[in-house]
C-alpha cells in the first residue's frame, strides 16, 4: 500500500515546467537507492559503482532481468537514474522515493535532446555512460505512484523527456555520495581526465 497520495495526470503536467528547469551540464546526486534482494530497498549516502557490480550491493549483478548471450547481466541496464524532480512530483519526500526502483536520483535534464546514447557523465570521481535501452514504466510502477504516472512516464512526451529515466553503465569505478556533482564529459577525452583525477 503507498504512502502518499496517488499524483493525478492533470498534478504531474503542472509540474512538468520545474521539471524541464533541471540543469543541463552541471547537476547534482540527490539520492542513492540498492535493492539487495526482490522488493527490497536502501537508501544510501554513498556507493561504489563499478563495472562488474554496477551500484554495488544492488542486485544487479546476481539476479538482472536482461542478460548476456553467456548468462551474465547486461551492462546496459546497470544504473537505473531518474530525474529527483519527477520522482519528487509523483512520490513526495525522499523516504518515499526508493519505492521507483531506481539506482540513482539526480537533479539534471535527462531528456533525450541532452543525454544522446554513449554521452559520458562525471558523478563525484565515478563516469558512467548512458546506454540506449529504454526505460520504460511497469506494472509495479504504476502500483506504486498510480496509473496516471505511468500513463506519463510512458506517453510519447514522457519518453521524450525520459520521466521514468535512463540506464547507464560504468566506465571507471569509484565511490560516488549523495550531493556529489555531475558534469557531461566528451566520449573521447581521456579517461583519468573525465574522472577529474
Known sequence: MSEFVFRTAA???AG?????????DHGVLEAIVIRPGPG????????RLSPEAGTEGDRWADNCWLKLPDGGPDPDVQICIMNARMIQ?????????????DNLFVDFDLRRENLLTGQRLR???CLVEITGQ????????GERFGSDALAWVNSPQGKQLRLRGVYAKVIQAAIVR????????????????????
Open 11 to 13: 498534478e504531474i503536467e
Open 16 to 24: 512538468l515546467p520545474h521539471l524541464r528547469q533541471s540543469p543541463a
Open 40 to 47: 527490497k530497498r536502501q537508501s544510501l549516502m554513498a556507493c
Open 89 to 101: 512530483l509523483i512520490a513526495g519526500d525522499k523516504p518515499s522515493w526508493s519505492q521507483a526502483g
Open 123 to 125: 558523478i563525484g570521481a
Open 134 to 141: 529504454p526505460h520504460n514504466g511497469c506494472q509495479k510502477f
Open 178 to 197: 549523495v550531493g556529489d556533482p555531475i558534469i557531461k564529459v566528451p566520449s573521447d577525452l581521456p579517461l583519468d581526465s573525465a574522472a577529474g583525477r
